[in-house]
Every structure is written in C-alpha cells, then in structure tokens.
C-alpha cells in the first residue's frame, strides 16, 4: 500500500513538472496597435495571434492591446526597441526619424502606386530598409498596407499648390512632412493623431493627409469637408517585432512567426482594398466635396527642395532612392 502511494505520488510529481516545463517553455507576448476594433490592421494583427498560437501548438501566445491601449504610436515605437513591449503595427512614417533607410519611404511621389510599394519592398531596397529597421532594435515580420495619403481640409479644395499656400495642415512628427508641406507654401503643424479632430473642428489647423480610411474612422470628414485626391506618400505599416526576442527564437519558431506575419498580411491587404471603398462610398455620402488632381507634376516639382535637403542630410541613402525610383 505503501508502494502505490509512493508511486501515485511520484506520477502527480512528474505531471506537475511536465505542466511547468511545457508552461514555462510557452512564450507569452504583448501586441500593440493604434487601430480601433474592425479596422483591417486590427482584423490582421488578431488573426497573426491566432495563427500563431495554432502553428506553435499554443507554444507562442500573443495578445494583443488595440486602439493605442499602451500608448501613442512614438512611445510604442520606443517599447518596441527597448523590449517593453514585443510586437507591433506601426505606420513607417513616424519610424522614419529613428531609421534613416526607412525614412526613404517617406519622400513625397516616391511611390508609383501600391503594387509599386510591394515589389520595391520585397526586393533589394527592402532588404536594405530591414537592416536598418534591425540595426535600431527592430525586425519586419511582414508589411500591412497603409493606403495612399491625400489632402483634407475645411475651407476649399486644393487642386494646386498654389491652393495650399497659408493653409495650417497637421502633419505627424517628421521633418519630411513638415518640409512637404512648407514647399507647398502650407504652415506644418505636427500633432498627435487623437487631437487631429478637435483641432479641425475648432480651427487650430485647416487641415490634415491621411488615407480614406482614416479620414472616415476618425470622423475628420464631419470638420474637413474637402477632399483632395493628391495621392502624395504611400506609407506601408510594418509588423515588427523586438529584435532580442526575434534573435532568442528557434529556426522553427522563427519560422512559423514570419509564416503567420505574411499569412495576416496577405489578409490586411484584402481587407484594406474593401475598407477603402467602402471609406469612400461613406464619407462621400456625408457630403464631403472631393476632387482629383489628374496631373500632379506641380505637386511633384516643388517637391525637389525637399529630396535635396533628405539626400544633403542623409548622402549615403542616394542609391537607395535611386533603387526605388529606378524599380518598376
């Protein structure tokens, strides 16, 4: 009797152990993300948890913190390359001050269209955009699609740069932005993206740029009735992990979480597409006045101060720019 209490004894023991070693052994991470519930980078990043999970046989554990939860997008960059937080979805742009070969992106008409985003992305310019990326603390895991950025305001559509001159447009923190807007003869104001709305409606600013589904989400087209399709930065957003984290994992766990990465992506994208029409469709119905610019070589030539200045400030990044621009 003695012996079979002893046994059962030792058999809850090694059960116990195995539960903690296969608990212990679990990795479990925090995600963040500014977007609120339904919005595709949300839909995206939650499906990159679930897959996650599901390819790890529960080994790697995500949960996510959506609507800017853990803090405003800078400080969430800033958690990512510390440590403090794991896993991200973050827009390049505001990246762009802390890793020169990112902030490329960020050249206005840099971009020919989306499509252009993707194949310059996934060939040599991108690789050299992800060394840099991994050099300040951070590894793409794969790319979300942000949209084309366009003007907005509440006082007249912009149809030329001339349009643009005087007017004070919210722009985020980066001096790309801020010189884009000053060659077009605007007033740049850098602000953070939860005050863009109050500061429309109360006239702190004339205006902002952001893609079709920001602008309706936020609720920006109620203050800023007018729409100009300039079609001037296509941002892609980065899934991005802590490069520490990344470099302790397995080749298989690495695996996997790239695996799942591109997976949510491919889903993003998709979402992102239906999203933007069904933005636009909104918004219009709201009464918004838009416009197109069919031509946009103005628009595009007064940017030649602001390219001069990114490669006097920054000579060795040329060949990238060039990388880009020659890419089709």
Request: no cysteine.
């Amino acid at each position: 009797m003695n012996y079979l209490k002893k046994f059962s004894y030792s058999v809850i023991a090694v059960v116990v152990l195995v539960g903690f070693t296969v608990s212990a052994q679990a990795k479990e991470w925090r995600g963040w993300n500014i977007h609120p519930a339904g919005y595709p980078n949300t839909v995206g990043m939650d499906k990159f948890a679930e897959l996650l999970s599901q390819k790890s046989g529960g080994k790697l554990q995500l949960k996510m913190y959506h609507s800017g939860t853990l803090g405003s997008q800078p400080d969430a960059i800033e958690q990512v390359r510390m440590g403090g937080l794991e896993i991200a979805n973050f827009s390049l742009g505001p990246i762009g001050p802390i890793v020169p070969e990112a902030n490329v992106v960020s050249l206005p008409f840099i971009f020919k269209d989306t499509n252009h985003v993707w194949r310059v992305l996934e060939g040599k310019a991108g690789e050299m955009i992800n060394a840099g990326l991994a050099k300040k603390g951070l590894i793409s895991l794969a790319w979300y699609d942000g949209g084309a950025r366009s003007f907005y305001n509440s006082k007249k559509p912009i149809r030329t740069p001339a349009d643009a001159v005087g007017m004070k447009i919210r722009v985020m923190e980066n001096d790309l932005y801020t010189g884009m807007i000053r060659a077009l003869g605007g007033n740049p104001t850098p602000m953070a993206y939860g005050e863009v709305y109050q500061s429309l409606k109360t006239g702190v600013v004339d205006g902002a740029e952001n893609n079709w589904p920001s602008y309706e989400s936020t609720g920006h087209y109620e203050v800023a009735k007018y729409h100009s399709d300039s079609l001037h930065l296509i941002i892609p957003e980065i899934l991005a992990i802590n490069v520490g984290v990344y470099n302790k994992l397995s080749a298989e766990e690495k695996k996997i979480i790239k695996e799942a990465a591109q997976e949510s992506a491919l889903l993003q994208r998709k979402l992102w597409k239906e999203r933007e029409k069904a933005s636009q469709a909104k918004v219009m119905a709201g009464g918004v006045v838009a416009n197109e610019i069919p031509d946009k070589s103005a628009f595009q030539a007064a940017m030649k101060p602001v390219y001069a200045k990114f490669l006097a400030d920054n000579p060795g990044l040329k060949t990238l720019v060039e990388m880009i621009q020659k890419t089709p």
